[in-house]
């Protein structure tokens, strides 16, 4: 049974730092590449960004450039999502996924395994 954890939302200000992370139970993840995609409030789930298997390879929503950084510690078959300068339009539930290939992708009918999620609220 694959199952996959999120931890570290919450309530932050803006301008705040956040760390998300995401172990992996199951099955060892380290071939796979993983991703962090976020769902407000009456909108559809969307990329954040992802990792290739080794962590050498990124890629990030345009809208998150910059302020975030995914890395992954395959020891420990977690990948973890650092979120600096929060905006309250960041707001959202935060959600890991792994794909079943090491390359990197965008679309979340890449991923087959998916966490519960995180809240993540930043107040303006």
């Known amino acids: 049974q694959v199952q996959l954890v999120e931890s570290g939302g919450g309530l932050v200000q803006t301008g705040g730092s956040l760390r998300l992370s995401c172990t992996a139970s199951?099955?060892?993840?380290?071939?796979?590449?993983m991703g962090w995609f976020r769902q407000a409030p009456g909108k559809e789930r969307e990329f954040v960004a992802t990792?290739?298997?080794?962590?050498?390879?990124?890629w990030y929503a345009d809208s998150v450039k910059g302020r975030f950084t995914i890395s992954r510690d395959n020891a420990k078959n977690t990948v973890y999502l650092q979120m600096n300068s929060l905006k309250p339009e960041d707001t959202a539930v935060y959600y890991c996924?792994?794909?079943?290939?090491?390359?990197?992708?965008?679309?979340?009918?890449?991923?087959?395994?998916w966490g519960q999620g995180t809240q993540v609220t930043v107040s303006s």
């Open positions: 199951g099955r060892t993840f380290s071939s796979y590449a």
């Open positions: 990792t290739n298997w080794s962590g050498g390879g990124t």
């Open positions: 996924a792994v794909r079943s290939f090491s390359g990197i992708s965008s679309q979340k009918n890449d991923y087959p395994y």
